[in-house]
Structures are given as C-alpha cells and as structure tokens.
C-alpha cells in the first residue's frame, strides 16, 4: 500500500540505541542544552560516507602519495555537509562547498607559503566571511562553519603556487568523489530523519502514556513530579524542532509532498498531546479505574502503531486501522473524560491515514519539490551574524597565535575546534566546549591505542566503520561524533605520517582542549551578548502564558480554536524556556537558592494548572454544558489583583516570585486537587 512518505526499511540499530538509551537520561541532557536523538541514528549515510572517505585513504596508500589524505578529508566533510531534502537543494549544496573549498585550499596553502605576515590576516578575512554565511540560513550556515575549517587546514600546509594548486586538485577530487557518491552511486531518503523526528513524538507520547499506568501515588512522587514536566517538555520541544526543520527543508508548501503529510502529523501529535495532559492531570486526582487502565493500555499500543507507521510507510497500516476499531468498540459507550479522550486521538489517527494516502495537486519530479525556497527575513538578525563573525575570526586568530607561539603540531586542530565550538550564544558554548573536550580526551586516546598496536592495514580497515560511525551518529550527539571523529582524523594523519604512534592522538586532545577554551573565552569576554531575561522574567512570562490559556481553555473569553491552540503552545514553550533556564541556573553554582526552588515549585504548579486547563478545554469541546462556571471567576480576581485589563494582552508588570506564588495560593482555595503541589509553593519573602 502506497503513500506519500517513500519506504525506508526499519533500523535495527536505530531501535537497539533507543533501547540502551534511557528516556529519563535523554531528558536529563536536554534541559542542559546536550542533545541526544538515539532514532536519528543514519546507518546508510554512515555506509556512504565510508565508501567516500575509504576509497580515497586506499588510494592514498596505493599510489604512495600521502598528500591525497586532502581527498579523503574533502570526502568526509562534503558528506557531512549534505543537507538532505531536495535534491536541487542538496545538489547545489555539494557543489557550492566544493568549489568554495577548492578556492580556499589554494589560497590559504599558497598564502601560508609566504609567511604568517601574509597568510594570518587572510585567514580572519576568510574565516569572518564564513561567519556572515549564516545571514543565508541553515545550509549556508554548515557550508560556512566547514569553509572556514578548510582555510584553517590549508594554512598549516604551505605550499609554492604549483603545490597549492595542486592541494586543490586533491579537494576537488575528494568533494567531486564524494558528491558522485552521495547524488548518483548511492541515494538516500533525504526525509528519513524528518519522519524519524515525527514518529519519536508518538513514541515519547506511548511512553507518557504507560507512566500513567503506573498509579496515582507514584504519580505523586517528588520524582515523578519531575517527569511529568520533563516528558511534557520533550514533547513539547519535538514538536516544536520538529515543525522548523520541515520548514526549513521543505518550504514550498504548494511543491513539497513530504511537508503535506508530515505537518498533518505533526499537528495530530499536537491534537493528542492536548488529550494527555488532560489524562495525566485525571489520574493525579483520582485512581484509575480498571476500565480507565484498559483504555489507557490501549491508547499506548495505538500511539506504538502510529509510531511505526509514520517511521516505517511501508508497514501493513491494516493493524494501526485495527486498533482504532478497537478503541472506538472499547470507548463507544463510555462517557467518561477517558472515553471521550480516547476517541478523540482515535479519530485524529484516522485523520493522519488520510493525510498519508491523499495527494494534494500533480506531483512533481523526484527531487524538485521546494526548489525555490523562500527565505523571508534573512537579514533580520544581521547584528548577531555580524559580532559572531566578528567574534570567530578574532578567537581563530588568537588560537593560531598560540600554535606559533608554542611550535604546536597538528595546530589546525586547535583552530578547527574554535570554527565549530562557538556559537552565536555563550550558554550553547559551553555545553559545546564540554561535549568537544570530552569526546577529544577520549577519542584521542583510543586512536593512539590503535595507533601504536595495529598494523597499517588494520588501520586502513578502520577507517571504514569510523568514517561510518562519524556520519550516522552526527545528529544523535555531539559527543559522540567528535568521539568518533577524532579516532577518524587521527587514524587518517597516521596513515600518512607513519611512526608519530601517540604524538597524534595527544596532540589532537591537547589542541582540541586549547581551541575550545578559546571559543569559549571569546563568546564570553568578545562583544558579550546581552543576557536575555533573567529566571523571575521568565517564570512570570511562564505564569502569564498559563494564566491566558487556562481563561480561554475555560470559556470565560470568546476565543476560538485557533486561538486557544496558540496560548496553549505558548504556555509549553514559556514554561520550557523557563525550567532550562532554572537548570542552566543551577550549573552556576545555585544549587541551595532558596529563589530558584521556588521558582521550580512555581513552574510545577504551572504544569497541573496546564493540565486542568485542558481537561476544561477538551470536556467543553466534546460537551459543551460541562463547562466549569467558578473556575474561570477566580482567575479574573488573579487578573485584578495584576492590573491585567485584557486577557489577550499583556499585564502591565510582571508579577514577583512572591506574587506569583501567593496567587497560586489563591488560585487553589477552592479547587483542592492540586493542593498537594500548589502547597509546596511558599508565600512568604525568601
């Protein structure tokens, strides 16, 4: 049975990794900025790019000539710049950075030839031009970062004009092998990971909804207290993450047929997740009744169905049809909030089969959807590119500096490392410069173990599942790719520089560790950003956005669906935004903040007032006659009491912790449900 979503066969690796990939340490790395994305595992790029490099590491070795380790390092980095999506965008991608990269290989080669006089000031021209790369977008962006580690390369091998031209021969041969291989020789589905990231949601759903099965006490837990925000806020993030790179990969809404079936998807998983909160916030009051376990069994083997098939088209979507009978069967006579909360999802997975099947319009040539992509406001965040920029080029000129000033070997190694250790905000350097320096240290060493104990050919052998390994972990986790990356880089320089034995891995680790620190003293201490909103700033935005969505969840304001589905997602992102934010917190050392616990508490109480405001939103939606008169009164007090005049505007000053907490306090004098949370909140002065 056909759709929309080309067939990718399933991943035994992709469901391994997620099985020894506990969801609670995944949840745990995202609040503190380190991503791990075990489903975004991509074995056939790995394999593709192990062909790439592979290939011309042999070569290298057969014809004696250790320069061409420039063709295989071109092969790895044009493998790690294909965009995926459409493949006029992927095409001219590839060739873009193979061109600029050519360029630059001779230049900057031809320019160190004559001295760091001539050469340093060209590399920070080059490397700032790179940095404004990213005013063009995402795919400019990654051509931009791997441009400028180009320049740096090439300028610890000078070369006479003939030698650097032909050290861009050899990049030009290694980017021209590798877009052959990647376009022509061995085409992958560029959308996988869009459906991957689609059908995780679902799976983070199933498993949000198999907590529940736990039991009202242990849902009352301080720890599980924990996880109903975090699972609610990866939900929330997927889907948000998820939404930008559809419309970053596939922005021709009227061309894309892949975009046609996953934004449907996406807003389905928006749909049920409505339904869950509502459920979870159910079983904290009450214990599940037998039926209700029933159901809620149910309902997590049809998310598993949904999962499957989003992830997998061509499964047999006759099973995922079977259970949406059996829940409607199940349900069809049971009135209660579950009842009616299942046959919801069950119709919104059968709205999902029709958005898989039909096709919207003529379907245009394989790979020609979304080849006109818009890119609306591009300029707009022009100062931030221009100081990154500026603060990349200055820092890569420090790090080379100090490679000259120390006689450092392998120096380019400590400027790559400042290229793709900064980023245009200091909190995502940091995390960046740990993951970097650990899987450096790491990395480093296990390439010298190999190194020194296997023979040439058990090295050349290796560089096949390490270049693999490389690629397909590159959107799992950052660590993981420098882990593997290094091994690669270091295996590559031994290969052609035979006897070095442990001098490469240590100098990686050691240069590695250098680039960072400077990437990361120059986000800090270089035109410094402005700190966004401090912690109260963002849990008042946090309170205000609940506040909003539980008024218009609660038919106090007429508001229609479309309205309240926007302060819903506002009030999930705010909170979000706000629990990251107590977390970075903490990793500055305020661990024992009487402030930063209460500002937890608060967002916990936030989190079940989200959830009570969508069992009033979904029970009004399904039943409008139960809609609950006093809840919304209490909250206009609250609104009063901020001078807040117009539920759809913003108050006139953000409340204080103490506020906030006091109008909590208020918010559950009647509604004592979530008095267990709410009374944890203190209303007094810290």
């Not at 710049?81 to 060739?95: E, F, K, N, Q, S």
């Not at 990395?443 to 050349?460: E, K, Q, R, S, T």
């Not at 409008?624 to 901020?642: I, L, N, T």
Request: hydrophobic fraction near 50%; charged fraction near 15%; charge should be positive.
């Amino acid at each position: 049975m056909k759709t929309k979503l080309r067939p990718r066969p399933s991943g035994a690796l992709r469901t391994l990794s997620r099985r020894m990939t506990p969801t609670p340490l995944t949840h745990w790395l995202g609040m503190r900025a380190i991503s791990m994305a075990p489903e975004q595992i991509a074995l056939r790029e790995g394999l593709r790019a192990a062909v790439a490099v592979g290939i011309m590491m042999a070569l290298a070795l057969a014809l004696d000539v250790p320069l061409m380790a420039w063709s295989a390092f071109a092969a790895f980095w044009t493998c790690l710049v294909d965009p995926g999506g459409p493949l006029a965008i992927r095409l001219r991608t590839l060739l873009t950075f193979g061109m600029v990269g050519t360029v630059l290989a001779a230049i900057m080669s031809m320019a160190s030839g004559y001295g760091p006089i001539m050469a340093a000031p060209l590399l920070a021209l080059i490397v700032l031009g790179c940095g404004l790369g990213r005013l063009r977008g995402a795919t400019a962006t990654q051509i931009g970062v791997l441009a400028a580690i180009v320049a740096v390369v090439a300028i610890c091998y000078p070369m006479t004009p003939q030698g650097a031209l032909g050290l861009a021969g050899l990049f030009a041969l290694g980017a021209g092998w590798a877009t052959l291989v990647c376009i022509v020789a061995w085409p992958v589905d560029a959308y996988a990971p869009l459906r991957r990231a689609c059908a995780e949601i679902f799976r983070e759903e199933g498993r949000m909804t198999r907590r529940m099965l736990r039991g009202r006490d242990v849902a009352l837990s301080t720890g599980t207290r924990g996880s109903i925000g975090a699972h609610r806020r990866e939900i929330r993030s997927r889907i948000e993450r998820t939404r930008t790179r559809i419309e970053i990969l596939s922005p021709d809404a009227a061309g894309s047929q892949t975009r046609a079936a996953l934004l449907p998807a996406l807003e389905i998983c928006d749909r049920i997740f409505v339904v869950l909160i509502a459920f979870e916030h159910a079983v904290v009051l009450t214990p599940a009744s037998p039926t209700t376990r029933r159901i809620l069994r149910h309902l997590q083997l049809l998310l598993e169905r949904a999962a499957r098939v989003v992830g997998h088209p061509a499964a047999d979507m006759t099973a995922l049809r079977r259970q949406i009978a059996r829940i409607d069967t199940l349900c069809a006579h049971e009135d209660s909030l579950y009842g009616r909360g299942a046959r919801t999802c069950a119709a919104a997975l059968r709205d999902l089969l029709v958005a898989l099947h039909e096709t919207p319009g003529p379907l245009l040539p394989a790979g020609q959807d979304g080849r006109r992509a818009a890119q609306p406001g591009k300029w707009r965040d022009w100062p931030v590119a221009v100081r990154h920029a500026t603060r990349l080029s200055v820092s890569v000129m420090v790090a080379y500096g100090i490679t000259l000033a120390f006689a450092l070997p392998f120096a380019y190694w400590a400027m790559m490392a400042v290229v793709v250790v900064m980023q245009p905000q200091g909190m995502t350097t940091l995390p960046r410069t740990i993951e970097r320096v650990v899987g450096s240290i790491v990395g480093g060493l296990l390439a010298a173990i190999m190194g020194v104990v296997m023979p040439v050919w058990l090295i050349l052998v290796m560089i096949f599942p390490l270049a693999a390994a490389t690629i397909a972990l590159r959107a799992v986790n950052y660590t993981l790719l420098v882990l593997f990356m290094t091994q690669l880089f270091v295996l590559v320089t031994d290969l052609v520089s035979p006897g070095v034995g442990w001098d490469v891995g240590l100098a990686r680790s050691v240069n590695n560790i250098i680039g960072s620190l400077v990437g990361l003293a120059g986000c800090l201490l270089l035109w410094p950003e402005r700190r966004g909103p401090g912690l109260a700033a963002q849990v008042a935005d946090a309170f205000i956005a609940n506040i909003r969505y539980a008024v218009l969840a609660s038919g106090a304001h007429a508001a229609g669906r479309e309205k309240i589905e926007q302060a819903r997602r506002m009030a999930g992102t705010t909170s979000t935004r706000a629990e990251i934010q107590c977390q970075q917190t903490r990793l500055e050392g305020l661990r024992r903040s009487a402030r930063l616990d209460r500002a937890e508490q608060i967002l916990l109480a936030l989190r079940q007032m989200a959830g009570r405001a969508s069992v009033t939103w979904m029970e009004r939606s399904l039943s409008p006659s139960s809609a609950d008169a006093p809840f919304p009164a209490r909250f206009e007090q609250v609104m009063r009491q901020m001078d807040w005049p117009d539920i759809t505007a913003p108050p006139h000053a953000l409340p204080t912790l103490d506020e906030m907490a006091g109008m909590l306090h208020l918010l559950d004098v009647t509604h004592g449900e979530s008095r267990d949370v709410v009374a944890s909140v203190p209303s007094g002065s810290a």
